[in-house]
C-alpha cells in the first residue's frame, strides 16, 4: 500500500492507494503531523509514501517520525514528467506542489489550461496545449490578505465577513476585497493565456469562494497535489 502526503503551511492531505486503486483520503492541521499515523491506524502496512511538502524541516521530520515505511519519495519538479514539461527558468526551483498539481491537471484535462490552488498563497499557473508550464503567478491566498492588512494597519482589526458587491462594513470590504483580488488576477491570466474556452482547475480551501464569483470554465478538483503524487509514483513504479 502507498501513502501520499500534500504537507501544506496550513494542512497536511493524505491519501491512500493500492496500485490503481484510490482507497480513503482525508486531512488534519499541519501542527499535528505528528499524529498522521492515528488518521489510518489498522490499515495494512505502507511500502512507500510519497511527499510534497512546502511546511519546511520540522514538519518532514514529524511526518518521518510518524510513519512507518519501507521507502520515502519526495516529490521535486523536473524538466519534464508525466506528460508536462516545465517552462521555468531553473525547473528544480518550482514547488514540488505547484508541479504535481500541474501534472495532475494536465492528466484531467489535456489541453491547454490555467491552475489555480487556493490555499495559504494563491498559485494561478497555466498549461499549454502541448502539456508545456509556460509560467505563473503566486500571490496571498484570501485569508492571508486578509490577515495581512489588519496587521500591518493600526484601526483594522481581524474580522469575519461576507462577499458583497459594494460592502457596506469593513469585515465584508476586507473579505471582498480579498476575493475580487484573486479572481481578478485568475481573469487577467486567463485573458493573457488567449484561449476563451481554456477550462479552469481549482482546487485548494478557498476554491468554492471563489468558484462562486469567477466567471469562467471551471473545473473542481479535490487534492489534485495528492492526484499528481499518484502518477508521479506510478510512472516511476514505486
Not at 12 to 39: F, M, Y
Request: aromatic share 6%.
Amino acid at each position: 500500500m502507498r501513502l501520499l502526503i500534500d504537507a501544506g503551511n496550513t494542512r497536511i492531505k493524505w491519501a491512500l492507494t493500492r496500485g490503481d486503486e484510490w482507497l480513503r483520503s482525508g486531512a488534519l492541521p499541519t501542527v499535528r503531523a505528528a499524529e498522521l499515523s492515528a488518521q489510518f491506524a489498522g490499515e495494512p502496512s505502507i511500502s512507500g509514501v510519497w511527499v510534497s511538502n512546502v511546511a519546511g524541516a520540522a514538519v518532514a521530520q514529524a511526518l518521518r517520525e510518524a510513519v512507518v515505511a519501507d521507502a520515502w519519495h519526495y516529490a521535486t519538479a523536473r524538466e519534464r514528467q508525466c506528460g508536462v514539461r516545465n517552462g521555468y527558468e531553473l525547473p528544480a526551483q518550482l514547488g514540488s506542489d505547484r508541479w504535481a498539481a500541474l501534472i495532475a491537471a494536465w492528466n484531467l484535462v489535456g489541453t491547454g489550461c490555467l491552475v489555480v490552488s487556493c490555499g495559504t498563497a494563491t498559485t494561478v499557473d497555466a498549461l499549454s496545449d502541448k502539456g508545456e508550464f509556460i509560467g505563473g503567478l503566486i500571490l496571498p491566498g484570501v485569508e492571508l490578505m486578509q490577515r495581512s492588512l489588519c496587521g500591518a494597519t493600526a484601526q483594522l482589526e481581524s474580522m469575519q465577513g461576507t462577499y458583497a458587491e459594494f460592502p457596506h462594513n469593513t469585515a465584508d470590504a476586507l473579505f471582498s476585497g480579498a476575493v475580487q483580488a484573486v479572481c481578478g488576477a485568475v481573469e487577467r491570466q486567463h485573458a493573457l493565456l488567449d484561449k476563451a474556452g481554456a477550462p479552469v482547475v481549482l482546487s485548494g480551501g478557498a476554491a468554492e469562494v471563489l468558484r462562486a464569483r469567477l466567471k469562467l470554465p471551471l473545473r473542481l478538483e479535490d487534492n489534485l497535489v495528492l492526484q499528481g503524487l499518484w502518477l508521479i509514483a506510478r510512472e516511476t513504479n514505486a
